[in-house]
């Protein structure tokens, strides 16, 4: 029996729930789904800059797992930006970690 997932920190839900195409490609209307948590995962290490390391602990996950939350997020968008599919953000396993609701955790930064 597989051991139970370890809940993920995202620090809030996302603004915006998809990214749709200006155009549809000729095969038609596809969609790929990116989890809340690969979301955060590329907002830690690609928007704020964010060593593996510490992008990992405000996750509260390993860095070998952290590592591999980004590159199956970044897969996930450049296939949707690739082949013009629509980017869906939605589910995964996450909570908001108990000091992120209006108390501030040493080395927490920024937001949505």
């Excluded at 603004?15 to 979301?39: C, D, K, N, Q, S």
Aim: glycine content about 12%; proline content about 8%.
């Amino acid at each position: 029996m597989p051991r139970p997932r370890k809940l993920r920190y995202v620090q809030g839900r996302p603004i915006v729930g998809a990214f749709v195409p200006e155009r549809m490609p000729p095969w038609g209307r596809e969609e790929v789904f990116l989890p809340t948590e690969g979301l955060e995962a590329i907002r830690l290490c690609d928007l704020q800059g964010m060593d593996h390391e510490s992008a990992a602990n405000m996750m509260n996950v390993s860095r070998q797992t952290f590592g591999r939350i980004l590159a199956e997020a970044r897969t996930v968008i450049a296939d949707a930006l690739v082949t013009g599919k629509v980017l869906r953000i939605e589910g995964g396993h996450f909570e908001m970690p108990p000091w992120g609701r209006g108390r501030h955790r040493r080395g927490w930064r920024g937001g949505f």
